[in-house]
């Protein structure tokens, strides 16, 4: 089965500062990908996701990710973060093709910015 | 460590049958909720639980109902399901709804309404 490893748990920056999340899969055939984020007291709301074509998606907020195939990687960016970043940010995966939609998630990263 | 469970993982229903899935947590959570995921369009929020006995609805709760049973589970009910409501469901829960805590997510509940 395939699984979503994120890599950082807690992140800890500076307003202005740069941010990128890692997320890595274990799935060798093809995916679609999500970046989802859970702001302070809100529900989970979509960012961005990849399904073909530009391997370089640009999502809401400013935030971007790049899927790099041979490296089963699809790492989230942002070029300057905000105190309103402040959320927990979640990878997932989808096998297309495959029997079923199910959404295989990371397990989630902390992110704190500080004003 | 179970974590949150959700049963059945997938079902087929005709369309007009009614059905119940059922969601349990065992880490003292006390929010609780039910998403859809459809393709392209990301998970969206049915229904939500800030603590045992509440309830409130989300994005698209036309056609579902939940009951908060208890603090450890959360049903969802369709009950009389349509070939809209074919989707994949996922149950989560959190320790509080108000600060910046963890969601944990079942597995996932795929459903097709025929």
């Known amino acids: 089965a395939q699984s979503v490893s994120q890599h950082n748990h807690h992140v800890i920056l500076s307003e202005a500062a740069s941010l990128e999340l890692g997320c890595n899969y274990s799935y060798g055939g093809t995916v679609n990908l999500f970046w989802y984020v859970q702001y302070p007291g809100q529900h989970l709301q979509l960012l961005l996701k990849?399904?073909?074509?530009?391997?370089l998606v640009k999502g809401i907020k400013g935030f971007e990710a790049e899927f790099i195939k041979s490296k089963f990687s699809f790492n989230l960016r942002k070029p300057s973060v905000q105190w309103s970043d402040t959320a927990e940010y979640f990878c997932?995966?989808?096998?297309?093709?495959?029997?079923?939609?199910?959404?295989?998630f990371g397990g989630g990263t902390r992110v704190l910015v500080k004003p | 460590n179970a974590g949150v469970t959700q049963t059945p993982k997938f079902q087929v229903l005709k369309t007009g049958q009614s059905m119940t899935l059922q969601c349990a947590q065992d880490m003292n959570h006390n929010s609780m909720y039910w998403y859809r995921q459809d393709p392209g369009m990301g998970l969206r929020l049915i229904y939500y639980s800030a603590s045992e006995g509440t309830t409130d609805k989300g994005e698209v709760p036309n056609g579902y109902n939940v009951s908060r049973l208890n603090k450890r589970e959360f049903s969802l009910r369709l009950e009389s399901a349509a070939p809209s409501q074919t989707s994949v469901y996922f149950c989560?829960?959190?320790?509080?709804?108000?600060?910046?805590?963890?969601?944990?997510f079942g597995s996932g509940t795929q459903l097709s309404v025929l």
């Open positions: 989560a829960s959190s320790a509080r709804t108000v600060t910046n805590e963890k969601l944990f």
């Open positions: 990849y399904f073909s074509g530009d391997p």
């Open positions: 997932a995966v989808k096998i297309t093709g495959a029997a079923g939609n199910k959404l295989t």
